[in-house]
């Protein structure tokens, strides 16, 4: 090990490679950085506009060929009170998105239903109670007390024969959370049957807690998912607005109770979603470049064996009284050593490249995890370094397959040449077991019985990443070491990292076989 460290070729290599590493780093994180500042909204719409447009359209104008404003005939009493609306929103300066345009929607709705009522089908009791209605939530709005109009509407959920308990629950839940962590309703976009949760808007009308209100639409639509299918037996879709059988798309109630829990304590911890320039986003997204460390230490493994072979040093190492497993253990420990070191480099340039281009805010940032009873939190900074430690598993077997190839072959050419021929042909392997798979489906109807073959194959298990727990939502986990999605459920990066330690302990009982028992010939 310390002759291998004496050689050029070895400095050369221990300079090059981690510069090469950190301004690859570099590079990437600048312009991931440069996109996020461009893609940022800064256009507004003009709302005011659009509402003077509805206003015009009301009242029957238009503008002529030559751009002249033409008046309509006489405004029915329905579409005056939408006039009156839209000009009060525009001299209050209550844009749609807001919880106030909602309960103003609301208002009118019941004001048009007694002035329409020409049959005379309402009774005096209930045009009162209407009154009254409307009286109490034009209250709400001129003290501007958001508060009052959600227990207003709890008051009215409760006594309502038309919603079942659990759709009870989920309303009376919603609202709960909004009054008692004060997140302030937005917009009038309903998404459920029974939704009270309020969409906040575009992007131009973000803000720091439009977060919350992302969590708050999720757990409605995971609570009203529950209740939909403990109901009908189908649930529905908010974003797609489909509806699914129990046949057509699996009911997973684990990973439902999971989701509500675990956003509902983000709510109650404050703990928002990481931003687009996040220090822990740079960080963790530096696994990618791992494949970078994994050519270079393919080329190092299948070069330090092999080349005492092709020069004819390894004679002079055997006849010294360390025995041969000693020699190979160092020539073992050599590559390892240089494993973990290009790792370490690589990790540590993307610190202080995430560090300079995003700060360091958000480093004590945690994750909430979720284990059947209970929530938990777990650093995120820990999580990126057991996503370089699992990279690195993955790293160390292909290393050690390389060492393997080249005790066998004593060839540095065919050694190299074949490692890393077999990472890049990995996903071809994984796709042709899939199509062999699928084969088997079509002829068996279930490919259940060969499925668990395939799990143990190694370049399913060398996208060990992909199986851990995500960083943060929206992150495909990409193994920049085998770059295939999972294939199989039930698999985790712990049975994945298992099957890399039978692969690294078989293939170096091979490698030491090899060495010790082989002849060496001048």
């Known amino acids: 090990m310390f002759k291998l460290a004496k050689k050029p070729s070895t400095w050369i290599l221990t300079i090059i490679i981690p510069a090469l590493v950190i301004f690859v780093t570099v590079i990437s994180l600048l312009v991931s950085v440069a996109n996020n500042y461009a893609n940022m909204p800064t256009v507004e719409n003009d709302w005011k506009a659009s509402l003077n447009e509805e206003i015009n359209m009301l009242k029957g104008q238009y503008y002529d060929s030559e751009g002249k404003l033409i008046e309509g005939g006489e405004v029915s009493p329905e579409s005056q009170l939408i006039i009156d609306k839209y000009l009060y929103q525009i001299e209050k300066n209550i844009k749609p998105e807001t919880w106030k345009a909602y309960v103003l929607d609301k208002i009118t709705q019941k ?115 529950q209740v939909q299918y403990e109901k009908l037996g189908y649930y529905q879709v908010p974003s797609e607005g489909m509806m ?40 963790g997204d530096g696994t990618q470049y791992m494949f970078l460390i994994l050519i270079f230490v393919i080329i190092v493994a299948g070069t330090v064996v092999s080349q005492e072979f092709t020069r004819g040093t390894v004679k002079f190492l055997v006849v010294t009284p360390n025995k041969r497993w000693k020699i190979f253990t160092a020539k073992i420990m050599a590559v390892v050593s240089f494993t973990v070191f290009f790792t370490l480099t690589l990790m540590v340039s993307v610190f202080i490249t995430s560090a300079v281009s995003s700060g360091m805010n958000d480093i004590s940032k945690s994750k909430i995890f979720f284990d059947g009873s209970k929530t938990y939190e777990v650093s995120l900074f820990l999580l990126c370094i057991r996503n370089y430690g699992i990279e690195l598993v993955s790293v160390l077997a292909y290393a050690i397959m390389a060492v393997m190839l080249a005790t066998l072959s004593r060839s540095t050419a065919l050694s190299v040449a074949f490692g890393i021929g077999l990472y890049f042909v990995s996903s071809i392997v994984v796709s042709l077991s899939l199509m062999v798979m699928s084969g088997l489906s079509m002829m068996y109807g279930t490919v259940q019985a060969y499925a668990g073959f395939f799990r143990y194959i190694l370049f399913y298990n060398t996208n060990a990443l992909s199986y851990a727990e995500p960083l943060y939502q929206n992150d495909m986990v990409v193994s920049m070491t ?21 692969y690294i302990v078989v293939m170096l009982m091979i490698s030491y076989d090899s060495f010790n028992r082989r002849d060496i010939k001048n």
Not at 483 to 497: E, Q, R, T, W, Y
Request: charged share 30%.
């Open 111 to 225: 004001k048009i239903s007694i002035v329409s009522d020409t049959l005379g089908l309402l009774t005096d009791a209930q045009k009162e109670a209407l009154n009254k209605e409307i009286e109490n939530l034009w209250k709400t709005v001129e003290q501007d007390n958001w508060k009052e109009y959600l227990n207003i509407e709890n008051e009215q959920t409760k006594n309502s024969q038309l919603l079942s308990e659990g759709e009870k629950n989920v309303i009376l839940t919603i609202n709960k959370l909004r009054i008692d962590y004060d997140i302030e309703p937005k917009g009038s976009m309903n998404f459920n049957p029974f939704s009270s949760a309020y969409y906040y808007g575009n992007d131009a009308d973000r803000d720091k807690n439009s977060w919350k209100h992302d969590k708050l639409r999720s757990v409605e639509s995971n609570m009203t998912a």
């Open 482 to 502: 085998g770059g295939m999605v999972p294939k199989f459920s039930d698999m985790s990066a712990g049975f994945s990292l298992c099957v890399l330690a039978a």
């Open 244 to 283: 699914y059988s129990s046949g057509e798309i699996s009911y997973d109630e684990t990973l439902l109770k999971k989701n509500i829990a675990i956003d509902i304590e983000s709510i109650k911890t404050n703990n928002p979603p990481l931003e687009d320039k996040s220090f822990i986003k740079f960080f």
